[in-house]
């Protein structure tokens, strides 16, 4: 089983919600920025509105983890800087676009759509970076094709966009940066618990390997209701490469 400690006290850490609504990275953003389109309407269903062309254009593409009912998933998105470049619901809607079918809860696709943000900045990123608890942002320019528009929403953490990116096409233009969840909004079944007869366990590279630091039973919560205390253990599940 693979543990990892979260600590704090960590500097410059954005604490922040895994919400598809809102980008965590405003500043990345740039106004008034250019795009070319060749989107037109294709066809309307009872369900959905489908689109033909590309556009190219620029923005946030962010891999973050997020909440829908009770579990948590990860997924790829993509904030345009000019949001009303892609035709939308309403006038003032920016919310994500959702990438290459990553809505879909599926392993194979969880980690398709991980690789093609790890294919994009892999200098910057390592395997590890594929569970985060939270999420890794870059600013780019892109294409997207087989947009189309969802009328019927289920849940709260869907939004009605979604397309696929012509891979070949992607330009990062800025190094990437991360946020973590906050810890109080971790469902209890992450948390695990200080049980030593030690004052302190180790926290160890790998099962049995080099021990990195020490995590002293003081610094651990009591009980899931105590969010205030330095750090806390999360189980990330078993993981036979860790």
């Given at each position: 089983?693979?543990?990892?400690?979260?600590?704090?006290?960590?500097?410059?850490?954005?604490?922040?919600?895994?919400?598809?609504?809102d980008?965590?990275?405003?500043?990345?953003?740039?106004p008034?920025?250019?795009?070319?389109?060749?989107?037109?309407k294709?066809k309307?269903?009872?369900?959905?509105?489908?689109?033909k062309?590309?556009?190219?254009?620029?923005?946030v593409?962010?891999?973050?983890?997020?909440e829908?009912?009770?579990?948590?998933?990860?997924?790829?998105?993509?904030?345009?800087?000019?949001?009303?470049?892609?035709?939308?619901?309403?006038?003032?809607?920016?919310?994500?676009?959702?990438?290459?079918?990553?809505?879909k809860?599926?392993?194979?696709?969880?980690?398709?759509?991980?690789?093609?943000?790890?294919?994009?900045?892999?200098?910057?990123?390592?395997?590890?970076?594929?569970y985060?608890?939270?999420?890794?942002?870059?600013?780019?320019t892109?294409?997207?094709?087989?947009?189309?528009?969802?009328?019927?929403?289920?849940?709260?953490?869907?939004?009605?966009?979604?397309?696929?990116?012509?891979?070949?096409?992607?330009?990062?233009?800025?190094?990437?940066?991360?946020?973590?969840i906050?810890?109080?909004?971790?469902p209890?079944?992450?948390?695990?618990?200080?049980?030593?007869?030690?004052p302190?366990?180790?926290?160890?590279?790998?099962?049995?390997?080099?021990i990195?630091?020490?995590?002293?039973?003081?610094d651990?919560?009591?009980?899931?209701?105590?969010?205030d205390?330095?750090?806390?253990?999360?189980?990330?599940?078993?993981?036979?490469?860790?």
């Amino acid at each position: 089983m693979r543990f990892i400690a979260f600590v704090c006290c960590i500097i410059n850490m954005i604490c922040a919600k895994g919400s598809v609504y809102d980008t965590h990275f405003k500043d990345m953003r740039l106004p008034k920025t250019s795009y070319t389109s060749t989107l037109y309407k294709d066809k309307e269903t009872e369900s959905a509105i489908y689109y033909k062309g590309t556009i190219t254009l620029s923005g946030v593409l962010e891999w973050h983890m997020y909440e829908d009912e009770v579990d948590f998933y990860w997924r790829l998105v993509f904030f345009p800087d000019m949001p009303n470049a892609i035709p939308r619901c309403c006038e003032d809607d920016n919310r994500a676009i959702f990438l290459n079918d990553t809505f879909k809860r599926d392993s194979a696709l969880q980690q398709n759509s991980f690789l093609q943000m790890y294919n994009i900045v892999s200098n910057q990123l390592s395997q590890a970076d594929e569970y985060i608890l939270g999420g890794i942002a870059v600013h780019t320019t892109l294409t997207l094709s087989d947009f189309y528009i969802n009328k019927h929403l289920e849940t709260e953490a869907e939004t009605p966009y979604y397309a696929s990116i012509e891979t070949d096409s992607i330009k990062t233009s800025s190094r990437i940066t991360k946020w973590y969840i906050d810890k109080a909004a971790l469902p209890s079944e992450y948390l695990r618990f200080f049980n030593s007869t030690d004052p302190y366990i180790n926290l160890r590279q790998s099962p049995n390997g080099k021990i990195l630091t020490q995590i002293y039973k003081e610094d651990m919560p009591n009980d899931c209701a105590d969010i205030d205390s330095k750090g806390l253990l999360l189980d990330l599940g078993a993981d036979s490469n860790n």
